[in-house]
């Protein structure tokens, strides 16, 4: 297989960026690099802490303020609006430069937290998730041209194996402290504790960008924005199809959540706005598989949605079918954490580097298998610890792709074209989440999955729906296997 040739992104002359040849031989955490390496890291290992334990905390606060039936929304309030905040942060970063895009999406995430911890009402509480859902949007761009603009290219694998790195301990830590913080203090410091987090990485990172990354492509890193025409206004189009993708993206998330006849009427309408807001966003070509940088934002959304929507039926399949307890259920799950960051750092060796193409066909491959595997645990015979097994095998398929993704984005994408690019990664990803999951969760309740509960297991389990399950993970592993093809499309001629 021919390998992706990188191609001359001009990071050299990126303002405040580092030239492929400057400090040779020095790594993330050389002098040169350690406070904002540090820094961002730490920016990253504060949303994964939310992530896993705000998810905790989530159930208890829903049920304290009365509002079980608004649950889901807790969630695609946060979806919905951080997928404007995600071209929000493209053009942000794009005009004038990631470092504002950053601390307001800093800002806005804790702001986000403080209103949740505080609220008396459950739309109060989808209120400060939808402004947590903003400020991610904001962050995790900001954080992706912070990483195109400071870093030389030889050191970017590095970084995202870093990023990936970050996930592991609050994958494990974090539910079980929020679950001890929530029963001997109560939900609400889940939500209040996470905010003092912020100072640490604002502290580290911020002077760090200000000399290294800030300001428009072509302007002093520092400068004064407006000096050049970088620092335009925003492009109002993209803006209409930010709002576009984030209504459409919420109103089919309503259809799906309301499965009545009249639902249909919300659904049509979000699917007029999504559909060419996403033609809009991401790169032309995606939905093909055009070779070069729309292969690579397909392939992203691919591997995300197909292993995510997969994931989330797994503790739910070894709680009803085969007994287990939901502590057991999502311990199964916690070594792909590791073997996840393991994933990146390979794909971080500059050995493999040349071979980068093949270690994502390779993770795709592992991530289908896994993914077809679980089901096999429907059959009593098989040991419960398969799944634990063949989901660290998915993982560290994904720790390959996913890093590899971000990485070649950053090698096809020009300076002034990061921001934009980089949302549309982190669109395709979040939005096949929510498409493959809602299709996984139609198939699992046509098929006689709404009727299961904890209750339905015995002391060896159950296996009255067992079909409901395999028509979420086979379809999964299918789509997964067509992103093993994706992989050789990759390579621009």
């Given at each position: 297989?021919?390998?992706?040739?990188?191609r001359?992104?001009?990071?050299?002359?990126?303002?405040?960026?580092?030239?492929?040849?400057e400090?040779?031989?020095e790594g993330?955490?050389?002098r040169?690099?350690?406070?904002?390496?540090?820094?961002?890291?730490?920016?990253?290992?504060?949303?994964?802490?939310?992530?896993?334990?705000v998810g905790?905390?989530m159930p208890?606060?829903?049920?304290?303020?009365?509002?079980?039936?608004?649950?889901?929304f807790?969630?695609?309030g946060y979806f919905?609006?951080s997928?404007?905040?995600?071209?929000?942060?493209?053009?942000?970063s794009?005009r004038?430069?990631?470092?504002?895009?950053?601390?307001?999406?800093i800002?806005?995430f804790?702001?986000?937290?403080?209103?949740?911890g505080?609220?008396?009402?459950?739309w109060?509480?989808?209120?400060g998730?939808?402004v947590q859902?903003?400020?991610?949007?904001?962050?995790?761009?900001?954080?992706?041209?912070?990483?195109?603009?400071?870093?030389?290219?030889?050191?970017?694998?590095s970084?995202?194996?870093a990023?990936?790195?970050?996930?592991v301990?609050?994958?494990?830590?974090?539910?079980?402290?929020s679950?001890?913080?929530?029963?001997h203090l109560?939900?609400?410091?889940?939500?209040?504790?996470?905010?003092?987090?912020?100072?640490f990485p604002?502290?580290i990172?911020l002077?760090?960008?200000?000399?290294?990354?800030?300001?428009?492509?072509?302007e002093?890193?520092g400068g004064?924005?407006?000096?050049?025409?970088?620092?335009?206004?925003?492009?109002p189009r993209?803006i209409?199809?930010?709002?576009?993708?984030?209504?459409?993206?919420?109103?089919?998330?309503?259809?799906?959540q309301d499965l009545?006849w009249?639902?249909?009427l919300?659904?049509?309408?979000?699917?007029?706005l999504?559909v060419?807001?996403?033609?809009?966003l991401?790169?032309?070509?995606t939905?093909?598989?055009?070779?070069g940088?729309?292969?690579?934002?397909?392939?992203?959304?691919?591997?995300?949605?197909s292993?995510?929507a997969?994931?989330?039926f797994?503790?739910?399949?070894?709680?009803?079918?085969?007994?287990l307890?939901p502590?057991?259920?999502?311990?199964?799950?916690?070594?792909?954490?590791?073997?996840?960051?393991?994933?990146s750092w390979v794909?971080?060796?500059?050995?493999?580097a040349?071979?980068?193409?093949r270690?994502?066909?390779?993770?795709?491959v592992?991530v289908?298998a896994?993914?077809?595997?679980?089901?096999?645990?429907?059959?009593?015979?098989?040991?419960?610890w398969?799944?634990?097994?063949?989901?660290?095998f998915?993982?560290?398929?994904?720790?390959?792709?996913?890093a590899?993704?971000?990485?070649l984005?950053l090698q096809l994408s020009?300076?002034?074209?990061?921001?934009?690019?980089?949302?549309?990664?982190?669109i395709?990803?979040a939005?096949?989440?929510?498409?493959?999951?809602?299709?996984?969760g139609?198939?699992?309740?046509?098929?006689?999955?709404?009727t299961?509960?904890?209750?339905?297991a015995?002391?060896?389990?159950?296996?009255?729906?067992?079909?409901?399950?395999a028509?979420v993970?086979?379809?999964?592993a299918?789509?997964a296997?067509a992103?093993?093809?994706?992989?050789?499309?990759?390579?621009?001629?």
């Open positions: 297989m021919t390998v992706l040739e990188p001359d992104t001009g990071v050299t002359d990126v303002p405040g960026g580092v030239g492929s040849g400090d040779a031989g993330v955490l050389s040169a690099h350690r406070s904002l390496s540090v820094g961002i890291v730490s920016v990253v290992l504060l949303i994964a802490f939310e992530a896993t334990a905790t905390a208890v606060a829903a049920r304290e303020l009365h509002g079980v039936s608004l649950y889901a807790a969630f695609s919905t609006t997928l404007f905040g995600m071209v929000l942060a493209g053009q942000w794009d004038r430069g990631p470092l504002g895009s950053l601390t307001g999406g800002g806005a804790a702001a986000g937290l403080v209103l949740a505080t609220a008396g009402s459950m109060v509480f989808i209120a998730r939808a859902g903003l400020g991610g949007g904001l962050v995790i761009v900001a954080l992706y041209v912070v990483v195109g603009r400071a870093y030389p290219e030889r050191l970017r694998p970084i995202m194996a990023f990936a790195a970050a996930w301990v609050p994958s494990v830590v974090g539910p079980l402290a679950g001890a913080v929530t029963e109560g939900w609400r410091w889940v939500f209040l504790g996470i905010p003092v987090l912020v100072v604002l502290l990172a002077p760090q960008i200000r000399g290294r990354a800030s300001g428009p492509v072509g002093p890193a004064t924005v407006g000096e050049t025409s970088a620092g335009a206004s925003f492009d993209r209409r199809l930010a709002l576009g993708i984030s209504l459409g993206a919420g109103l089919l998330q309503y259809a799906a009545r009249l639902s249909l919300p659904g049509a309408a979000g699917a007029t999504l060419p807001a996403v033609r809009g991401l790169p032309h070509g939905w093909r598989a055009a070779r940088l729309p292969s690579v934002v397909l392939l992203r959304g691919v591997a995300a949605g292993f995510i997969a994931e989330s797994v503790p739910l399949m070894l709680v009803t079918q085969r007994g307890s502590t057991l259920a999502g311990f199964s799950l916690a070594a792909g954490g590791g073997t996840w960051a393991l994933g794909q971080s060796r500059p050995r493999v040349p071979y980068r193409e270690l994502m066909t390779l993770g795709m592992l289908a896994a993914i077809a595997a679980a089901p096999s645990v429907l059959v009593h015979a098989v040991p419960v398969t799944v634990a097994v063949a989901w660290g998915g993982c560290f398929g994904m720790g390959l792709v996913i590899s993704t971000s990485v984005l020009a300076p002034e074209e990061a921001g934009a690019n980089s949302a549309a990664l982190q395709s990803d939005l096949s989440n929510v498409l493959l999951l809602a299709a996984g139609a198939a699992f309740v046509a098929l006689g999955g709404g299961v509960t904890h209750a339905t015995t002391a060896g389990g159950s296996t009255a729906h067992p079909a409901a399950f028509a993970f086979l379809p999964m299918g789509v296997l992103g093993a093809w994706v992989t050789r499309r990759l390579r621009e001629r």
